[in-house]
């Protein structure tokens, strides 16, 4: 399901040099419509100021147990009641320390302590901090108590070291954040999901490929592990993150792709073609770069490649759910209901390539879903939505 909007989310801030990239995660939850209440403690101040995360967040910036609420409740009860998640970056060596101790003597901690709602900590600091024994006795016993730990990330760290330790982009906290937002329905599902284009060798320094960003692949393969599916990615050759506990495998020509999910295609429970896969290839593959003089070479001479989706649909398992896209430039409906029926698919998503807004490159999206019994259109939306409505139109049946 949608991580549904307005979900209220208590930032937690405590004192570390990092304090700063969770001004951008604050901005980041805000822009998706979530409710933000930071709390900083005294340390955190120290490094980012709260008028910063106020006017970000449009809420006020709590840090002091005693100071007035705004209304007639008590404010870590309210804060720890109202909230559907808890997110403390950086988590200094000392606030975990805290937290595994079960002190509470400011609002931050209080409030946690008090919380029944997920709580992510996102450690930071020196790599020798973080591999104190007592630093990763903490983490470990706040872990097996319920807390969710990230992985700091690895690289130059503000003490002058180099190492673990490093606060994770706001990107990925994001992505850890909504994992935890999602409601868990695809849990037991194996989804493959293929993505981008295909390069198809000429020579050694040119190839046959297309405008796919991988994008809408990508989102598919995100949403359907924050749903709590085992997900495997095939991807072409794309310039995109790999999304957080999303099984990779990275291939270049449509005769790699083929062969790689050709391989685990009967284990799983749904297919879905996003890849734009070149429909032919080179027939020659020259060892050597075609030089210019070689005047005689006027055209190219192709192979046709295997159409993946059309050989998944005739050795299509029981129960097994198979989904295609038309990127169509003409005659959408016609096109993609031909498709739906020659390749066996139990559905096909039809697109427009034609419109600058929605096309291979852009975050937008504007599809239809086809099956045999129904036609559901779409308003145009980001893909990450578009992958959200995907799955929650495809798991009905
Ligand atoms: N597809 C595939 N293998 C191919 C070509 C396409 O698996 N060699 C899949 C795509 O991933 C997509 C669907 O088939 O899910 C439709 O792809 P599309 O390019 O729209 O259509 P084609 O079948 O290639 O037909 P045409 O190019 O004539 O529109």
Redesign the pocket.
Known sequence: MEAKKEKNIVLGITGGIAAYKMVELASRLTKAGHNVFPIMTDSAQKFVGPVTFRSITHNSVESDLFTPPAHHDVKHISLADRADLFIVGPATANFIGKLANGIADDLLSTVIMATKAPVLLAPSMNVHMLNNPIVQDNMDYLTEKGYHLITPGAGYLACGYEGQGRLPEPVELLEHINYHLTDKDLVGLKILI?AGPTREKIDPVRFITNYSSGKMGFALAREAVNRGADVTLVSGPVNLDKPLGVNLIKVDS?LEM?DTIFNISSAQDIII???????YRPSQYSKQKIKKSISEMKALELTA????????GKQKEKDQLL??????SENLMK?AEA?LKN?NLDY?VANDITSSETGFMSDLNQVTIISKDEKLEFEKMSKQATARQIFNCIIKS
């Open positions: 293929s449509a083929a073609m996003a890849a734009a896969v070149a429909d490649t295997t159409d993946i989706l059309a050989q998944l989904v295609g896209f038309a990127a169509e096109n498709k390749k096909i």
